[in-house]
Structures are given as structure tokens and as C-alpha cells.
């Protein structure tokens, strides 16, 4: 007899998180600020392209792109002697504080005509100089809130949330450019990370984080991860994946404004397309669990590239939306998994100085590979560039492939060398 849909709810592995009470709380807040950086998506960008002069534009979009997340990276490495030991409400919270502060002061400063594109991409870094710790907070609460069995199913949802917010917040955005401009969608984005900072500051439970451990390294995450051989693996296809994706921060808004001559619409369209898709991805993550890590990961990167090659080959406009949708499928269930191997392999303690060294490595990776993106465009164009970012990802995918193969072939032999080597009874 087949579930009801009230039943098939309650059984999905998604149902013990939606119902806890901590966190129903604070999902609503985490929500409002999702939706508000997916109107940043596209106003981050679009704002350098009006504020940037017309023979340099690539390069202030790639600096814009990259200043919004790097300073991110800096923050981890900086400020782990003061924060390692932070409640994790108190990260989140205070990233999104910081975040609402510097992001207001963008349409503050539009409006007294005083915003240039250097105080720009200034504004953007700062606000952003928290953002690995902010984001080590949501998974260390989540994982000291939630069982084990529970974790991939609670960053599914965080996922979800997120991709639900690429496919309401780029059209948004799109709408507010049209009816006003790009300062405007950056101010509201401000407004969404202040309520994110009084949900957490004031409704996240105080006591989640165990007392602090005398003497902890400020490199203690990284140290995890160099001892752990899946995390240092898995945090090295991250890096390389994230790179060679950053460079679509640039060129798909040249491409949709130069290239194709459309309006912002055109490009938050693309954006909603890929969120269309990882919002899909988000349900199926949580279902992932017992697949084995790097044979879905691996297949993910490949695919992943494979369906960002229409874009970069002139495909039509349906198409090319098509192969977004479907590489935004992919995204959640990588970034679910990869996550929770960080939440089951480190040390409760240390956890958040593991997350937040692997947000410092993967948040660089993108800024660095978007920042490469200005001069891959001159050299090859919009359309080139999204090329061979497309070929360059499946090509890293097909290494890590046959790297694991090799690497469970060696496993295998070594086995069996040592059941041949056992003395018979």
C-alpha cells in the first residue's frame, strides 16, 4: 500500500530535521539570508559591470566577484587564535552582523554618489572577512544538534534552502535592477543578513560548544585534515573543482551583456536555472548516504563539467539553460557528502577549526579561479572561457576517477597479499 504524502514525509530522513526544536528555530532566519544572497548572485556582479570603466570591466567584475568571498579565506587563517573556541552561534552571528554592516554602506555610499568601483570591491572584502567561520558555525551547531545518522540529511536541507534561494533571488534581483538598480537588491541583501544575526545571537542555544581546550593551534583544522588521508583528498578535488568553476563568475555576465546583448533578466535567469536543478539536488542528497564517498564525487565533477559545455560552445539559449539546470543538480549532493565526511572524521572538539580550514581552502578556490577569469576572457572571450572552464572540469573529474580506481586497486592487492601471507589452520 503506497505512503501517504503526510507519511513519506515522516519517513524521509529529512523529517528529524525539520522537527527539532532548536532547529525550526533558526531555519527561518538562515532562509530569509539565503534568499538574500541569491539576489547577490546577480546584483554583485552587475553593480561592478555600472560602476567599472568600459575597457577594464572583466577585470573589476573579477576583482568584485573575488573580493566578496576571498577576504573570507584571510579571515580563517587570521582570526583562528580568537575565534577557534567561539560558541558556534556566536560565528554565525557575528558574520552576518559584519555582513550587514559593510553591505549596507554599499547603497549608502550609491546614494551620496560617493561609490566608486575601488571602494566597491573594499566594501565587498570586508564584508566577507568572517564568512568561513559563519559557515563552520551552521555546520558545527548542526552537527552537535543532530545524530550522525542525521548529519547529510541536515546539510541537504541547508543545501535546499540555499538552492530554493537561486531560484526566487535572481529574478527578484533581476525585477529590483529594472525598477531601480543594483545598489538597491545589495541593500536588501543587508537587510536579510541583519535578521540572520539576531536569529542566531539571540535564538541559537548558548551552550552548544564544549569548553575550550587550553593551548589549541590556530592551525589545528588543517592538521586534522593532513592526518586524515579522505579529508585531505577530498579537500584537494574540492579545491582544484571550485577553481576551475570560479572563472563563470565572470564570463557568464559578460557573455549574457556582451556577448548575447541581453539584459540582467537573461543572466538571472541562467542563475535560476541552476537553482531550479540543485534545489532537485537538495532533495535527493539526503538519500546518498550509503554510496560509497569518492566513486559519487568523482562521477559528479565529470558530469558536472560535461553539462556546463553547452554554454561554452554557443549552444542555443534552452539548451544552454538545460545543462545549467542539470549541473545545478549535481551541486548540493557534492557539497552535502563532502561536508559531512568533515562532520563524521573530526574530532568533536576541533570540529569547527576543521570546518573553518576547509571553508578557508575551498572559499580561496573560487576568488583565485574567478579572479583568473579576467584574463582568460581577454584571451579567449566570454564564450572561450566558459569553455574551456566546462572541458577543464570533466578532465579533472576523469583524473580523480582513475586515481580512486587505482587507488581501490592497490587496496584490493595489498588484502590479498595479506590473506595469502595468513598461516593456514
Request: proline residues 7%; charged residues 10%; contains cysteine.
Amino acid at each position: 500500500m503506497p505512503l501517504s504524502p503526510p507519511r513519506m514525509l515522516r519517513a524521509s530522513p529529512y523529517w528529524p530535521v525539520v522537527t527539532h526544536s532548536t532547529l525550526r528555530r533558526l531555519l527561518p532566519g538562515f532562509t530569509v539570508s539565503s534568499l538574500g544572497d541569491g539576489m547577490a548572485v546577480v546584483a554583485v556582479s552587475w553593480l561592478a559591470i555600472e560602476l567599472a570603466p568600459a575597457a577594464a570591466r572583466g577585470a573589476w567584475v573579477a576583482l568584485a566577484a573575488a573580493a566578496y568571498t576571498l577576504s573570507g579565506a584571510v579571515g580563517a587563517l587570521v582570526l583562528g587564535r580568537f575565534l577557534q573556541h567561539r560558541n558556534p552561534a556566536q560565528l554565525i552571528g557575528w558574520d552576518a552582523l559584519l555582513r550587514a554592516t559593510a553591505l549596507g554602506a554599499i547603497p549608502v555610499c550609491h546614494a551620496f554618489g560617493v561609490l566608486g568601483i575601488e571602494l566597491y570591491v573594499v566594501l565587498l572584502a570586508v564584508s566577507s572577512v568572517l564568512h568561513s567561520w559563519g559557515q563552520a558555525g551552521i555546520y558545527t551547531l548542526l552537527a552537535r544538534q543532530l545524530p550522525e545518522r542525521d548529519h547529510l540529511a541536515g546539510n541537504a536541507v541547508l543545501s535546499g534552502v540555499g538552492s530554493l534561494s537561486t531560484v526566487i533571488g535572481p529574478p527578484l534581483a533581476g525585477a529590483l535592477i529594472v525598477r531601480g538598480d543594483a545598489a538597491t537588491v545589495i541593500a536588501v541583501d543587508a537587510a536579510t543578513f541583519l535578521v540572520l544575526a539576531l536569529t542566531f545571537l539571540i535564538g541559537a542555544p548558548q551552550d552548544t560548544a564544549p569548553p575550550p581546550e587550553e593551548g589549541g593551534s590556530r592551525t589545528a583544522g588543517f592538521a586534522v585534515i593532513r592526518r586524515t588521508p579522505a579529508l585531505l583528498g577530498l579537500l584537494g578535488l574540492s579545491f582544484t573543482f571550485f577553481f576551475l568553476f570560479g572563472p563563470l563568475y565572470v564570463a557568464l555576465p559578460l557573455h549574457v551583456s556582451d556577448g548575447l546583448g541581453g539584459p540582467a533578466g537573461l543572466l538571472a535567469a541562467y542563475y535560476t536555472a541552476f537553482g531550479v536543478g540543485a534545489v532537485l539536488g537538495s532533495v535527493l542528497a539526503g538519500y546518498l548516504g550509503r554510496l560509497p564517498l569518492w566513486p559519487v564525487t568523482t562521477g559528479i565533477v565529470i558530469a558536472f563539467g560535461a553539462f556546463l559545455l553547452p554554454v561554452g560552445l554557443g549552444a542555443p539559449t534552452w539548451a544552454a539553460m538545460a545543462g545549467f539546470a542539470v549541473a545545478g543538480l549535481l551541486w548540493p549532493p557534492y557539497a552535502s557528502l563532502s561536508t559531512a565526511l568533515f562532520q563524521r572524521s573530526a574530532p568533536g572538539e576541533l570540529l569547527p577549526q576543521a570546518l573553518a580550514a576547509g571553508s578557508a581552502v575551498r572559499v580561496l578556490s573560487v576568488p583565485l579561479g574567478t579572479a583568473l577569469g579576467g584574463p582568460l576572457v581577454t584571451t579567449l572571450g566570454a564564450q572561450g572561457a566558459l569553455a574551456a572552464s566546462a572541458v577543464s572540469i570533466t578532465v579533472l573529474g576523469l583524473a580523480a576517477a582513475a586515481c580512486t580506481a587505482c587507488t581501490a586497486r592497490t587496496a584490493r592487492t595489498a588484502r590479498t597479499a595479506r590473506t595469502a601471507r595468513r598461516p593456514k589452520a
